[in-house]
């Protein structure tokens, strides 16, 4: 069965800082990757999604994620990080043992200090 | 507005106590399913169902039940809530299929439940 893991459980950048947040996944095909952001009291945000073609993709809010086969890695990046940033982000592939699921990681939270 | 509509938003229970939570998307989403969120476990899928009168379990779904009368609706349903049913409960919608690229999950805001 696939697997997600975010390495780092919390994240602090200072406001202005660029940002990577890591995602590694385990899956023996082309996978179909996801990050969402989770903000306080919210539900669960897509950012953006990878299924084929160009491995670096764009989202909103202006996060981008690239994917690196060789790595088996969706790392998740923004150029400079503002205080409404903050929140949890969670990676996900879509399984491919269960219909219609997504299989998340743990999660990273970002905190942005001033 | 689209959106994923999930009530109660908060709910304190005691153990035994039947409760339902209700699920209401207004995209005419042929997929629906919850999710239930731990601290260091991410989500992990409960139930979903691909169709009205079509459902199955997912990861856990242990202590749950659910129903899918009309396209929209899709309540989740604890017959004798315990203690380690207490959690954030995601209800979740899609157009089509997530493989393929071309699907994504819509997600409710999320209900906190708690069970004493």
């Known amino acids: 069965a696939q697997s997600v893991t975010q390495p780092d459980i919390h994240i602090t950048v200072s406001e202005g800082a660029s940002l990577e947040l890591r995602c590694n996944y385990s899956?023996?095909?082309?996978?179909?990757l996801f990050w969402y952001v989770q903000s306080p009291g919210q539900g669960l945000q897509l950012l953006l999604k990878y299924f084929s073609g160009d491995t670096l993709v764009q989202g909103i809010k202006g996060f981008e994620a690239e994917f690196k086969r060789s790595q088996s890695s969706f790392n998740l990046r923004k150029p400079s990080v503002h205080w409404s940033d903050a929140a949890e982000y969670f990676c996900?592939?879509?399984?491919?043992?269960?219909?219609?699921?997504?299989?998340f990681g743990t999660g990273t939270r970002l905190l942005v200090s001033p | 507005e689209a959106q994923v509509t999930q009530n109660p938003r908060y709910l304190i229970t005691v153990t035994g106590k039947k409760l339902t939570v209700t699920c209401s998307q207004n995209?005419?989403?042929?997929?629906m399913s919850w999710y239930r969120q731990d601290p260091g476990l991410g989500l992990r899928q409960i139930y979903y169902?691909?169709?009205?009168?079509?459902?199955d379990k997912g990861d856990v779904p242990e202590g749950y039940k659910v129903s899918r009368k009309e396209k929209r609706n899709f309540p989740l349903i604890l017959e004798s809530p315990s203690p380690n049913q207490t959690s954030l409960y995601f209800c979740?919608?899609?157009?089509?299929?997530?493989?393929?690229?071309?699907?994504?999950?819509?997600f409710g805001e999320g209900s906190r439940l708690t069970v004493l």
């Open positions: 979740a919608s899609s157009f089509t299929r997530l493989a393929g690229g071309a699907g994504e999950l819509f």
């Open positions: 996900a592939v879509v399984s491919n043992t269960g219909f219609q699921k997504l299989v």
């Open positions: 899956y023996g095909a082309t996978p179909y």
């Open positions: 995209m005419n989403h042929e997929y």
């Open positions: 169902s691909m169709n009205v009168e079509v459902t």
